[in-house]
């Protein structure tokens, strides 16, 4: 068994021995580091989270995650920061001195893990004054991960608009000046399972072929099945810091997206040149889970209420899937082929996704769920519309939560080819959008609702482009 070695706070701590797929929160917690919490094992509640040091160019930058859902064994060669190692009682850091100030803090269960996301918004290099509508262009939706049950969150809000810049000689600062590096490849194991990170694709493909074994990426999902289903798999390969799924380019005919990048990561560097990823950003659960979770992930669960098939299908994206044998690329609308079922061949990984240009002009993304932020969609939608001469000439509409799989709403497709873009044809097109999919009832909603809402979806969206097209 090889040895595991994770930096904290600036120790390094020998974590050999550790059950490796256990998650980094417990081991956090074994070795004295309690501030960090245990709220709800499941990514909800950001009680437990850390800051991760990650590669940024050629400095670095911290990121707030749920440590609940990281993989201990993942992380060889990693550096975190628990909030232990950001202040103490007698010297508070700036983003402890402000909550306190603020009265953000009651009973403190929640309170480590605002200081993390506060800490990653502190630090964000590229923060100006003025940026997000906030004096000191704090991000606030940075906090939105973070539940606080008996403070409100007033004063937390408070406590967030009142941090300033950090000095040129506080420590981090001239850490996150500095380069870093992504975890180190590893092989570690006990009698509950192993984790590898490989050092290659080749190596990778040798650990995937091993009796149960599966990638891990971010680990949003198959943390939640170990903390709350208590499913493991024998061997986990961690795949998302492989250089060739790390891609992101644009060509003079598709942009690639790399599978294993952070959501937050190819929001950063899209810099709002896909304006329809833009609109699923937000709505994509908490920035604390958007700093962890891949595309490659989010493809390979496979959900038919993921929210990134909707998007891409309108996008007409395809994905490509990379494995002994080479590469292929399949439109992602063959890609889904039954209930969490795809056309990916075991040992093979999602590599990228390539999304065709030039671009629709007319999108919007729609997410019905319970609730408005930080939910899983009952029915969502991706829409894709160019017009010519005020018809449609192209149209793609991705729908999530009405079927086994995400699938296109053809007929609903073709009730919009070709016509004038109007009232008339957009009540027409909805009562069709209305019969798409195989809507079921469940907890989220019944079968009546999803196919309501689907109605008024298209004659939202209609509505919102009826300006752009004014234009
Ligand atoms: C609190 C919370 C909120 C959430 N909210 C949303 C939401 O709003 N919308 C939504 O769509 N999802 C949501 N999710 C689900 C999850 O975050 C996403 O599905 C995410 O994209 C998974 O990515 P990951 O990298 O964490 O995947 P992982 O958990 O690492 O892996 C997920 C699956 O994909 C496979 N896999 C990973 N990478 C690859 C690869 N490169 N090639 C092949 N297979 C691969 C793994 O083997 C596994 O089966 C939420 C999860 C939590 C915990
Ligand atoms: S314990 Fe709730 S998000 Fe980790
Ligand atoms: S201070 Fe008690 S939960 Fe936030």
Same mark, same amino acid.
């Given at each position: ?115 993390? =996301? ?225 056309? $990916? ?26 609730? $408005? ?77 999803? =196919?309501?809402?689907?109605?008024? =979806? ?14």
């Amino acid at each position: 068994m090889g040895r595991l070695e994770i930096t904290v706070n600036g120790i390094v701590r020998d974590a050999t021995g550790t059950p490796p797929q256990t998650n980094l929160l417990t081991w956090l917690r074994s070795i004295g580091l309690t501030a960090a919490k245990e709220g709800c094992a499941e990514g909800e509640c950001g009680a437990c989270a850390v800051l991760i040091v990650r590669p940024d160019g050629a400095r670095s930058r911290l990121d707030s995650v749920n440590s609940c859902l990281v993989t201990l064994g993942s992380l060889h060669g990693a550096e975190v920061v628990t909030v232990e190692g950001l202040g103490t009682p007698d010297r508070l850091h700036p983003t402890q001195a402000v909550l306190a100030a603020a009265g953000g803090s009651q009973c403190g269960y929640c309170t480590p893990g605002f200081v993390s =996301s506060l800490a990653g918004e502190y630090y964000r290099a590229d923060r100006t004054p003025g940026q997000h509508g906030c004096g000191n262009g704090v991000h606030l939706e940075a906090l939105a991960g973070n539940l606080c049950r008996c403070t409100g969150y007033r004063p937390i809000k408070d406590a967030a608009l009142a941090i300033e810049s950090p000095p040129a000689d506080d420590p981090w600062v001239e850490r996150l000046a500095q380069p870093s590096s992504w975890p180190s490849p590893v092989s570690v194991s006990d009698a509950a399972g192993a984790v590898v990170r490989p050092a290659s694709l080749a190596e990778a493909f040798d650990a995937l072929d091993a009796d149960g074994a599966a990638p891990l990426a971010g680990g949003t999902d198959l943390n939640v099945e170990r903390n709350i289903l208590g499913r493991t798999k024998a061997t986990l390969v961690a795949v998302e810091a492989l250089p060739e799924l790390r891609c992101l380019e644009f060509t003079d005919d598709h942009i690639e997206i790399g599978a294993g990048l952070t959501l937050s990561e190819i929001e950063r560097r899209l810099a709002g040149r896909v304006p329809l990823l833009d609109a699923l950003w937000p709505q994509f659960a908490s920035p604390l889970i958007r700093n962890a979770a891949t595309l490659g992930g989010n493809l390979g669960t496979a959900s038919p209420i993921g929210d990134s098939p909707p998007t891409l299908l309108a996008l007409e994206a395809s994905v490509v899937l990379i494995g002994r044998r080479g590469e292929r690329e399949v439109p992602l609308a063959d890609y889904f082929t039954g209930y969490r079922q795809t056309l $990916r061949e075991p040992g093979e990984l999602i590599k990228s996704v390539r999304v065709p240009l030039p671009l629709a002009p007319l999108t919007a993304f729609h997410k019905i769920a319970k609730r $408005r932020m930080d939910d899983i969609s009952s029915v969502a939608v991706g829409y894709a519309v160019e017009l010519s001469d005020g018809v449609v000439s192209r149209v793609r509409i991705g729908l999530g939560g009405v079927a086994a799989t995400p699938i296109r709403a053809l007929a609903t497709e073709d009730a919009l080819l070709g016509c004038a873009w109007t009232p008339e044809t957009a009540a027409a097109a909805a009562s069709v959008m209305k019969t798409e999919g195989t809507p079921i009832s469940d907890a989220r909603a019944s079968a009546a609702y999803r =196919s309501a809402m689907l109605e008024q =979806s298209l004659l939202k969206f209609f509505a919102s482009t009826r300006e752009e097209v004014a234009r």
